[in-house]
């Protein structure tokens, strides 16, 4: 129920339902290189699946995602099962970061090689290194197919 409640409360703020910080506010809130940091770590994560590079990927998750799901094969595994989009997907789009409920989630609209859209929710989390990490991901259809 928690988990639903997080991807409701993303995809309000995303379609503007609930107030999503402005781009200022987010500078403030985060500050620059942070929202920047924050595109960088996923936007690497989704390049090491695409190119099958489940180490890469497994270091950008966070430790209690890591060992959670025990290996990077494992977790590459996981994401060839669950998250197809994720993994092959022909155009990916990044939203800002978003603070919602205190969290930080970054979005990202992915077209999947048969043109269906989706929406990846990654919640992102600071590590003791000051490193921004994932700490989770869910995906949505949307009734919407790219051209």
Not at 66 to 77: K, T
Not at 91 to 110: C, D, E, F
């Amino acid at each position: 129920m928690k988990r639903l409640t997080l991807i409701v409360a993303m995809l309000a703020a995303l379609i503007g339902w609930l107030p999503a910080a402005s781009a200022e506010e987010m500078r403030q809130a985060l500050g620059e290189s942070e929202i920047a940091e924050i595109r960088s770590a996923v936007e690497k994560q989704i390049d090491a699946l695409t190119n099958d590079d489940a180490a890469r990927a497994f270091d950008l998750t966070t430790e209690d995602t890591r060992n959670r799901l025990g290996s990077p094969d494992n977790f590459l595994r996981i994401i060839k099962e669950k998250y197809e989009p994720v993994y092959r997907h022909r155009m990916a789009l990044y939203s800002s970061p978003q603070v919602v409920l205190g969290k930080v989630y970054q979005a990202v609209r992915l077209t999947d090689l048969e043109s269906h859209v989706w929406v990846a929710i990654y919640l992102m989390h600071k590590d003791e290194q000051g490193t921004w990490k994932i700490d989770g991901c869910q995906l949505v259809q949307t009734p919407a197919v790219a051209i």
